[in-house]
């Protein structure tokens, strides 16, 4: 069955990714009608398969990507303090290896890097002698005698796309998961979206005045086969892979590393008791979808922190794997490495009709994405407050906190919730930030708060997590709204599908309850 809505939109997009949610926020913020649409999950692409980082590219002022690296840089402070429960300063050791690239270049870009972006709240760089200070002793002995320290960011990525969506439902945006855009057409004086609900098969038709292919890996599919446009830009698929393995130091910093072949390897620490290390550049032909990771990238990786750390990784020692696909621009570039991480639009008008496509792009300057792509459209959007820019000091959803109070929230909730551990308290500031509490309702004891799924997974998380961030499946829970799945045993993940499946879904989610236009 078909089903059609009166309602004519400012704008249908197309991808719940980190670009498209952005984009539904900034739009609705300025007072535009939105309507999004999400074949899966939100972040459930490439989203939520990154190396978890707000930061410049020190890498890309190799290949004179300046423009790109200095929007980076100075969106680093933006989003921390828009985002301080998901996004946090992270110190990167970078030592010094001989043969490699040399000790000036690195000073001159860790120079640049300090000063190109205007840093204003983050520590700047500086030397450090690996045989005296404690970064230098998880490195091989003898092997490493000086290196260099700098600032970027952390950041919890699919979160950030979550909180995007919500931000943008609360300002009126209405925000379809688990429904695919399968045909676009031109009718009269405007876009006619057919999209299915991909549980039911249920279709719907929609209407807007623009449209904004924000599909990632599937831009190029959204523009010729949905849409009926041939594309001019290219997209170039690049698999990125990641491990996991248990800590492998006691400190908090993260290393990035120089590997012979050009590239450089990060080590981080993840979710206190892990180190994520990645990540991967190589072409990727097929369906985005079924990216994996292969044995040849998981010894690649393996390999090349072995050759810093006194310790050397084995394929043996990871405990969880993931990869994603970039949606580059093509830019001819001979390695997947050197391809630009910048993002280019196409703007498209059959029939006079707005389609703007996205290619590339990159998670630290999605922000400033979202706000050039309106300005790509401005003159087809009718009625458009002229509020642009306002992203950028509007806190995200629990964000309206200063950069340092995360500490004191948890202490809150400990006070608040006695009942809760410390490890249990800490998870929720950094997860939800000032709205921990909403989470917890007015529960009085443990038991208060249902069904334990273990790893301090509780019912009432759960329900929250349903009626208000779009979660349907246990893989939504703890991969993308949390990463509870490192400490969850299969049969508790198991479980959690199965109660899942017995909820009934709200049919009215958060976008529903109210517009903070």
């Avoid at 708060?449 to 208000?468: D, H, I, P």
């Amino acid at each position: 069955m078909n089903q059609a809505t009166d309602q004519v939109f400012d704008l249908a997009i197309i991808g719940g990714g980190i670009n498209g949610c952005g984009i539904a926020r900034d739009a609705a913020g300025r007072g535009n009608s939105v309507f999004l649409c999400e074949m899966n999950d939100l972040a459930s692409g490439t989203s939520s398969w990154s190396t978890k980082l707000i930061h410049g590219g020190l890498r890309y002022l190799e290949y004179y990507e300046f423009r790109l690296v200095r929007e980076a840089l100075m969106e680093r402070e933006v989003l921390w303090q828009i985002a301080p429960h998901i996004i946090r300063p992270l110190r990167f050791v970078l030592p010094h290896h001989r043969g490699l690239r040399p000790a000036w270049l690195l000073r001159l870009g860790l120079f640049m890097y300090d000063h190109l972006g205007g840093r204003k709240l983050l520590p700047s760089a500086r030397s450090v002698d690996l045989r005296r200070d404690e970064v230098g002793r998880p490195l091989a002995p003898d092997r490493f005698s000086r290196g260099f320290e700098y600032s970027d960011c952390f950041v919890d990525d699919a979160r950030l796309v979550v909180l995007n969506a919500i931000d943008a439902a609360e300002r009126g945006a209405v925000i379809r998961t688990r429904t695919r855009a399968v045909q676009a057409r031109r009718v009269a004086d405007c876009w006619q979206v057919t999209v299915q609900d991909t549980i039911t098969g249920a279709q719907e038709t929609i209407r807007a005045r623009t449209l904004i292919n924000a599909g990632g890996p599937w831009v190029d599919e959204v523009l010729s086969q949905r849409a009926g446009v041939n594309a001019k830009a290219k997209v170039r698929l690049v698999q990125g892979s990641h491990i996991v393995v248990r800590r492998l130091y006691e400190h908090d910093r993260a290393y990035i590393f120089q590997n012979e072949d050009g590239r450089i390897i990060f080590a981080i620490p993840y979710q206190n008791d892990f180190t994520l290390i990645g990540t991967t550049d190589r072409d990727y032909d097929g369906d985005p979808a079924k990216v994996k990771i292969t044995n040849d990238e998981i010894n690649y990786l393996c390999e090349a922190v072995s050759e810093y750390f006194a310790k050397p990784v084995l394929p043996e020692d990871v405990v969880w794997t993931y990869a994603g696909v970039r949606p580059l621009y093509d830019d001819g570039a001979s390695d997947a490495k050197a391809a630009t991480r910048d993002y280019v639009f196409e703007l498209d008008t059959p029939g006079g009709l707005p389609l703007l496509s996205i290619f590339g792009g990159k998670i630290t300057t999605y922000r400033r994405l979202s706000e050039e792509a309106l300005e790509h459209v401005a003159a087809h959007l009718h009625g458009t407050k002229a509020r642009a820019g306002w992203t950028a000091t509007a806190a995200l959803p629990g964000g309206d906190l200063d950069v340092s109070a995360i500490p004191a929230l948890s202490n809150e909730l400990l006070r608040e919730f006695a009942f809760l551990t410390r490890t249990h308290a800490d998870r929720l500031a950094h997860a939800y930030g000032s709205r921990a509490k909403l989470v917890l309702g007015r529960a009085k004891s443990l038991a208060d708060l249902g069904q334990s799924f273990g790893a301090t997974l509780t019912e009432s998380e759960v329900r929250y997590l349903m009626a208000n961030e779009w979660a349907r499946t246990a893989e939504d829970v703890v991969w993308r709204r949390s990463k509870l799945g490192l400490r969850l045993s299969v049969d508790e993940i198991a479980a959690l599908e199965a109660w899942m499946a017995t909820q009934s879904v709200p049919a009215k989610p958060l976008q529903e309850a109210g517009s903070r236009r």
